[in-house]
């Protein structure tokens, strides 16, 4: 073969090789760092996770929300405690950091009182604790912390057990 046909085959595969790769790269840009077949990290599994409050429902008697977004702790008393009366305490917890632990505190909230009730200790898992009890007859508040550093959300509501 000449030496002008071999420049000229030459010449014609690279143009045939550069317009087959201009074609390739009609699909979505990859990013150089990132290759398009790896997922993004996702944060902890903790940390990503979104608490679900309970809705309020007729028969609750005290709530506890706290909300790391706003760094606000709402606690409503609803009603008083009757006596004779199985009550649950459902609480959930979520944290930021891996294991994180809190503690709740259910106190008798007539003036002058502030009699504790009951207390434990709130896993930031984001699983629902439940813990039933009987409580006194009187209007009942729930307290979370002190310390709720970490903590992204948590509640604690107590109604009648069912």
Not at 77 to 92: I, K, M, N, P, S
Not at 94 to 100: K, L, N, V
Not at 124 to 140: F, K, Y
């Amino acid at each position: 073969m000449p030496p002008s046909h071999r420049a000229f085959t030459f010449l014609s595969a690279l143009l045939i090789a550069g317009s087959t790769s201009c074609t390739s790269h009609d699909a979505a840009p990859t990013s150089p760092a990132q290759p398009a077949s790896t997922a993004p990290t996702l944060p902890t599994a903790e940390a990503s996770r979104v608490l679900s409050i309970p809705p309020v429902t007729p028969d609750e008697i005290s709530r506890v929300v706290y909300t790391a977004k706003t760094h606000n702790t709402d606690s409503v008393v609803r009603a008083e405690a009757r006596t004779g009366q199985l009550y649950a305490l459902d609480a959930a917890c979520t944290s930021a950091t891996p294991g994180r632990v809190i503690t709740y505190e259910v106190v008798s909230s007539k003036p002058n009182s502030n009699v504790p009730v009951a207390s434990g200790e709130l896993p930031c898992d984001g699983n629902v604790m439940r813990n039933s009890t009987p409580l006194p007859a009187t209007a009942i508040q729930i307290s979370l912390g002190p310390d709720l550093t970490g903590v992204t959300s948590a509640y604690a509501v107590i109604a009648p057990s069912t």
